[in-house]
């Protein structure tokens, strides 16, 4: 039989279980007895069934405690770990973080959700937020016995997944912002801007890609364990190659003998800083790095010399349906087909 007790205007609920010892008491203190009187009646309920969970594990077990053990044991095996311990690190600074994952609930979430757009945050980045914390609480339920626990995303509605970005290059973007990058103080950046445009590749495979990966004589890059789980050989337009011999020229180095090293021994944040200097320098609106995938992508299309699964070999898309969404032709080419 439940009981309850009133202390400083907060209801406090106890449920006790019979146990091989004699009786075990388990309480929590809500702030109405209406709500104290609906546990209590979920938690005889199931006592009856036999279908009791232990919930105080979850109930002291705040927030930043579990994202710091998700950190140490989940992160590290995902491909984005980097990405992802910057989420996790913003989530410990949030309103949240000190709260335990028991009382953490679907309006709470719909709360920050609407903090976070409401501070222009888009509505991808505050997916992907939530997705974090979505997982989280599934791991605490099934594999850090908390079972008691209910994953609040799954109680609150997603923002609407933005639309996909379709920004290509106008005339006389692409030369401005190459003499942007000439005039960086980052002396890589120009050549990663123009492999980039000419490869297709994404900037994290730019920034991994060693010279022994780079095969000039038979033209292609070997990238390993990318994004989709799989390597790729990624082929190397005239121009790509040319890139590349230039700054083998620039390290003094013999072409056919390859440093060790990476090719461009550049931080990503580092990267990321002087490449939106240059777009502000260059006077380009809304212009990111990824969208420079975007541009070549369309480029092989309008080539119009490569199919579509041959495509695919530049850009590592495993399905039709995610390669067109990086696929944007512009109407004015379209159109002098019709001449």
């Avoid at 400083?8 to 388990?26: E, F, N």
């Avoid at 997944?161 to 950046?189: F, N, Q």
């Amino acid at each position: 039989m439940a009981t309850f007790q009133q202390r400083s205007g907060k209801w406090r609920a106890i449920v006790r279980r019979k146990s091989k010892s004699g009786y075990k008491a388990i309480s929590k203190t809500f702030l109405s007895k209406e709500e104290a009187v609906e546990w209590a009646v979920l938690k005889e309920g199931d006592r009856f069934r036999g279908a009791y969970v232990d919930s105080r594990e979850a109930e002291r077990t705040t927030l930043e405690e579990a994202l710091d053990r998700y950190e140490s044991e989940i992160t590290p095996s995902k491909k984005g770990a980097k990405q992802e311990r910057l989420r996790i690190a913003a989530w410990k600074r949030s309103d949240l973080a000190m709260r335990p994952l028991a009382t953490i609930r679907g309006t709470d979430l719909a709360s920050w959700r609407d903090t976070r757009l409401a501070d222009d945050v888009s509505p991808t980045t505050v997916r992907n937020d939530l997705a974090l914390i979505s997982h989280l609480f599934t791991i605490a339920i099934k594999e850090w016995g908390m079972e008691s626990l209910t994953n609040p995303v799954t109680k609150m509605r997603l923002p609407r997944a933005a639309k996909a970005r379709d920004r290509r290059l106008v005339e006389g973007e692409e030369k401005k912002l190459l003499a942007a990058c000439e005039a960086s103080p980052c002396k890589l950046l120009a050549q990663a801007v123009r492999i980039a445009l000419e490869t297709a590749m994404r900037q994290g495979e730019i920034l991994s890609l060693t010279w022994p990966q780079v095969n000039l004589k038979r033209r292609f890059a070997k990238l390993k364990d990318t994004k989709n789980g799989e390597d790729r050989n990624v082929p190397l337009s005239p121009q790509a190659v040319a890139v590349f011999k230039e700054m083998l020229t620039a390290h003094g180095e013999e072409v056919e003998v390859l440093p060790r090293g990476p090719v461009f021994p550049i931080k990503q944040d580092s990267l990321v800083h002087f490449y939106r200097k240059v777009v502000k320098d260059a006077g380009i609106e809304d212009l990111t790095f990824h969208d420079l995938r975007h541009e070549a992508t369309s480029r092989l299309f309008e080539r119009g010399v490569f199919t579509e699964k041959e495509v695919a070999e530049f850009t590592g898309h495993k399905t039709p349906a995610m390669l067109w969404r990086y696929t944007h032709l512009k109407a004015e080419d379209l159109a002098k087909k019709m001449d």
